[in-house]
Every structure is written in structure tokens, then in C-alpha cells.
């Protein structure tokens, strides 16, 4: 599987030593981590042609799988530590703030708007059909970055729709996706492509009790996983419904989604479509991992003319969680 980088107007492939391609669901910019070439002894490798906000493309086989910018380089006098850190386009979704005040709409056309606002292309949006109304103004809390106003509609929408999102960009393009299988979905295991696996469970962010208050600040319900509150203790969280919103589904999701945290860690043999927001089959029953798994986070390496992943995993679907603004 070979690879191009193409820094400004110049290709510099051959003057990369290692790259790293890294994403994860719960941010909307992918990153791009470059090293220089280490020559060998009586050879001379010329200065990688870099600077920060020059343009970068990186293809895996002639695919566009990063479009972005510099926006940060080292180095050091007398080595080649040289480092290389470029962010894709989601970076102006996390930078560019702006004040608004939803009324009545869905997410879809929201983030539509927003996108034409700041000169961004739209790919596919993922429709949900929720109307939401939502304050993102300075009187709210200050102005929000056009990532926390279009995740917190989301967010709210997912509440209605059972649905996890997740927003990356697709080369020049915003795309907003549901999690879902899709039709390719890798199959991994020992003796083919599985290289190492790896097991954590962890009670860090557990919630055993959920009270659920409405905008008068009425408590609604109270909700109690028992079979938690007997093992770990009492640990409660407190929210908030928004109008219309189901308040005994929002105090079950809550708990759902806030149980025994446990990610599986994978190394495999590089596959370009292993992306944050999809899907893996294991087939190891020694480690007792078998079925589908969700991507969290993916890492790709190139090093040394070799292609390799780490992959972080979930057992279930989950999204960047945002509430940002007010009603």
C-alpha cells in the first residue's frame, strides 16, 4: 500500500519517514503527523519544504485520505527531529466561534447553514427530522465554536432518535454520519491479520442513579440501577429535560450509556478503511473477543515500509456528547 504527500505545491514523499493518520469519534479533525527521512551514513536527504498553514495532501493508493494544513513544526539544530503536525479541516469547526439563535429547526439544515456561512462544503448530512430550538448567544453562556453548536444539536436530536453521529470530513467536504454497520466491515483475527488484543474495564464515569428536573427546576423522576448502587455505591447525575423531550428515556440512556466502561485495544495489519465511527468483526476466542466492534479511535503507521493499525474499540455505539448553549 504505498503513500504520497504533497506539501504546498511540491511532492515530498520521498523525504518522509514516518506518518502517522489519527482520528477519533468524539473529534471532529483528523491529524496527520509527519518525521523526515533519517539519511544513511555518505548520503545527503534534502529539508522537508515545510512551514505552518502550508497545504497538505496525503493519498494511500492514489486516495485522498487527508486534505488539511500545517499547523505546527519543530525542530532541531544539528538532528533530525523534525516533526510535522497538520490538522484537516475539522480544525475550523473546533476555531471558528459565531453567536446564534436556533429556533425551530433541525440540525441538518442548521449545519447546512452554518457551513455556507463559513465558506465549507457540505458531503452528507445525516438527517434526523427532530425541530429543536437552542440558544447559542453571549447572553447564554458566550459564543460557541461552530463543532459545539452543530454536536449539541445532534446531541439533543439523538435523544429522539436513538441514533449516535458522529462529524468528520471527507476531503474538502463536512459530513455528518449516523453509526452504523456498513456493508464492508473488516474481519480480524490471530494467524491472518490480528497482530495484538488487549482488554480494560474501567467504573470511572458510572452513574447508578439518575433524577431527571424539568426547566422550573421540578424534579421529575428518579431513576435507580440497583444491581450498580449494591456493587459500586451511589453515584447519581442530574439533568435537565428539554421541551418535548421524554423524560424517562433521557434518565435510561443516561444509564445505559454511563454503565461498566470496556474497550478492547487492537494492533492489525494496515487497512485504510479501519476510520473512527465504523466497524470490526474479531474473531479471537482465546481472549474472548468475538463479533462487532465499534471504532473509537484509529491510529495508521507507516514506519520502515510497513503498514500497521491500532485500533480502540467499544462493545457498544457512543457519540461526542455536547450541550453547549441554552434554551
Known amino acids: 500500500m504505498s503513500i504520497r504527500v504533497i506539501l504546498g505545491d511540491r511532492d515530498a514523499t ?10 477519533n469519534v468524539k473529534q471532529c479533525a483528523r491529524t496527520l503527523a509527519l518525521t523526515p527521512a533519517v539519511p544513511i551514513l555518505g548520503t545527503f536527504i534534502p529539508e522537508i519544504p515545510c512551514e505552518v498553514g502550508m497545504h497538505v495532501e496525503f493519498y494511500v493508493d492514489d486516495a485522498l485520505q487527508f486534505d488539511g494544513w500545517v499547523v505546527r513544526e519543530s525542530s532541531a539544530l544539528g538532528d533530525w527531529s523534525k516533526s510535522i503536525t497538520c490538522y484537516d479541516r475539522g480544525w475550523y469547526l473546533k476555531r471558528n466561534e459565531t453567536a446564534l439563535a436556533v429556533k425551530d429547526q433541525t440540525p441538518e439544515a442548521v449545519t447546512r447553514s452554518l457551513a455556507a456561512s463559513f465558506g465549507i462544503a457540505c458531503g452528507d448530512i445525516a438527517p ?8 447559542f ?5 458566550g459564543a460557541n465554536s461552530l463543532y459545539n453548536i452543530i454536536q449539541t444539536l445532534y446531541t439533543l436530536a439523538s435523544r429522539e432518535t436513538g441514533e449516535k453521529y458522529y462529524i468528520r470530513f471527507e476531503g474538502a467536504k463536512l459530513c455528518v454520519r449516523i453509526r452504523q454497520l456498513r456493508e464492508y466491515t473488516l474481519l480480524l483475527q490471530t494467524g491472518s491479520n490480528l497482530l495484538t488484543a488487549s482488554t480494560s474495564a474501567s467504573i470511572e464515569s458510572l452513574v447508578s ?11 421529575l423522576l428518579t431513576r435507580d440501577d440497583t444491581d450498580f448502587q449494591a456493587a459500586y455505591g451511589l453515584l447519581q447525575s442530574v439533568l435537565k429535560a428539554g421541551e418535548g423531550e421524554d423524560p424517562a428515556g433521557l434518565a435510561a440512556e443516561t444509564l445505559r450509556d454511563n454503565g461498566i466502561a470496556q ?39 507507516w514506519r520502515r515500509g510497513m503498514y500497521t493499525n491500532k485500533l480502540v474499540l467499544n462493545y457498544q455505539k457512543t457519540m461526542a456528547e455536547v450541550t453547549a448553549g441554552s434554551e
Not at 128 to 135: C, E, P, S, W
Not at 279 to 293: Q, S
Open 14 to 23: 520521498q523525504l518522509i519517514g514516518t506518518a502517522t493518520l489519527s482520528g
Open 128 to 135: 434526523t427530522g427532530v425541530r429543536l430550538t437552542r440558544n
Open 137 to 141: 448567544l453571549p447572553s447564554s453562556g
Open 209 to 219: 442513579r439518575v433524577q431527571v428536573y424539568d426547566k422550573s427546576d421540578k424534579l
Open 263 to 301: 474497550t478492547v485495544s487492537v494492533t492489525n495489519l494496515g487497512n485504510i478503511d479501519c476510520m473512527a465511527g465504523g466497524t470490526v468483526v474479531i474473531r479471537e476466542p482465546r481472549a474472548g473477543l468475538d463479533g462487532v466492534f465499534w471504532i473509537d479511535e484509529d491510529y495508521h503507521y
